[in-house]
């Protein structure tokens, strides 16, 4: 394969964190749709992530992991490699580790504990360390491999201050261009997809309905984006089409915040 090729998206097997619940079902079921094999990870939602295996039988692998624990994703890996044949080709860093978004409950600066806010690091940083580690050789082996991972447009509109995720996803984006430029030789592409609330998931079910309306009218389009249409942008940087993208971060929150 030369440096230049992509493997079009019914080609690929993407391992997606947190792939059963909210956004990233619906980035799973986006990959699905189009083609590809998915490993569907999960920590918790075990009969959510089967249910996705039992609706598409031979593209879905559930496997139940700790993506900030390295055994348990190099167990992860290796049992899709055996099960489908074929190395993880795209890694979606979608894995959110105790968070939920409601303003009103957020622990102000005051209240902020280091606890809390490493929790945050493990997961975005230590979970996505993780799997691109871990599924590295395959995606040296194919001369091929996309790593997406899920970011947030609060770094330029802070409007709610949610101290310890910001900073992770901040430091997973400055991680995403590092990447980028040390993988770029092996053909492996790294790029950060940025969305604000969503309506909705089981993250943002505890916003309270008027922040939903503020921010629909103050949208361009006047709405807020939908997890689906969220996971669509997650397709572009893994199609074909996005082969010379590499270190970007797109924001997708209908026009909201402009980066």
């Known amino acids: 394969m030369s440096a230049a090729t992509a493997l079009p998206l019914d080609q690929q097997c993407v391992l997606v964190t947190g792939g059963a619940r909210g956004l990233g079902r619906a980035i ?11 490993v569907v990870n999960y920590h918790r939602s075990e009969s959510a992530a089967q249910q996705l295996q039992n609706d598409f039988p031979d593209q879905v692998l559930a496997v139940k992991a700790d993506v900030t624990q390295r055994s348990q994703i190099d167990a992860l890996v290796a049992r899709a490699q055996q099960h489908f044949g074929e190395p993880i080709s795209t890694v979606i860093n979608n894995a959110l580790i105790g968070f939920s978004f409601n303003g009103d409950a957020r622990a102000t600066l005051d209240q902020m504990t280091w606890p809390a806010l490493n929790q ?8 996505a ?3 691109v580690q871990a ?4 995606m040296r082996a194919l001369r ?3 790593v997406i991972s899920i970011g947030t447009n609060l770094f330029q509109n802070p409007v709610v201050p949610y101290h310890d995720y910001t900073a992770a996803k ?7 261009r590092t990447m980028a430029h040390e993988l770029g030789p092996d053909n492996i592409t790294a790029n950060m997809v940025s969305g604000g609330l969503l309506r909705s998931t089981d993250a943002s079910s505890a916003t309270p309905a008027e922040v939903f309306e503020m921010i629909a009218a103050n949208t361009p389009l006047r709405r807020v984006t939908t997890p689906q249409e ?7 940087f893994a ?17 909201l915040v402009k980066d």
Request: overall charge negative.
């Open 28 to 38: 799973s079921l986006a990959f699905l749709r189009e083609g590809a094999r998915v």
């Open 120 to 127: 945050q690091f493990e997961g975005s940083i230590q979970g």
């Open 129 to 131: 360390l993780n799997c």
């Open 135 to 138: 599924t590295l050789d395959g």
């Open 144 to 146: 091929f491999g996309r």
């Open 170 to 176: 901040a430091a997973l984006l400055s991680l995403t």
């Open 230 to 236: 969220f996971a669509d942008a997650v397709l572009f």
């Open 239 to 255: 199609s074909p089409w996005a082969r010379s993208v590499s270190g970007q971060n797109l924001v997708v929150d209908g026009g």
